[in-house]
């Protein structure tokens, strides 16, 4: 039974409509300041592998790295995660949203104005979102 707390997490059964918006999503996020930066390159990665194992998140990386600038609007992103991932666990999508932008330590206007798009889009309001990045902050102290 000890040894369950030692093994990584089963990754996620795969949905390949919101899986792919996710990780098109945490993409955005980086990008949208104008300055991918590898460690948000990074972040995303490890994200995506925590979230959906090895193999299926480094596919996922390397096609909404592909995908994401013809990906249309946000709303188009965010419609298949607020689909597919239900209300309580969509939180936890705000927190990696979080993490990719609070990552280089400054936080740009097209940043906020995604996060309040995105919170919006999800059915959270401004108020989830602020939890969110708050419980993010405190994470990385």
């Keep these: 039974m000890i040894w369950k707390l030692f093994q990584s997490p089963a990754p996620v059964e795969p ?3 919101g899986d792919l918006a996710l990780a098109m999503l945490l993409v955005r996020a980086a990008r949208i300041d104008g ?4 460690a948000e390159v990074d972040l ?3 994200t995506l592998i925590r979230r959906f194992g090895a193999t299926r998140g480094a596919a ?3 096609e909404a790295e592909a995908k994401e600038a013809q990906a249309g609007d946000t709303v188009h992103l965010t419609r298949p995660i607020k689909e597919l991932v239900p209300l309580e666990e969509r939180g936890a999508v705000l927190q990696d949203l979080w993490r990719i932008v609070l990552s280089d330590n400054r ?3 097209y940043e906020d104005g995604l996060m309040r798009l995105v919170s919006n889009l999800l059915g959270l309001s401004d108020r989830d979102s602020a939890l969110a990045r708050q419980d993010v902050q405190r994470e990385v102290g």
């Design 60 to 62: 996922l990386m390397a």
């Design 35 to 38: 300055d991918y930066d590898p």
């Design 107 to 109: 936080r740009d206007p």
């Design 15 to 17: 949905r390949p409509e």
């Design 44 to 46: 995303i990665r490890a």
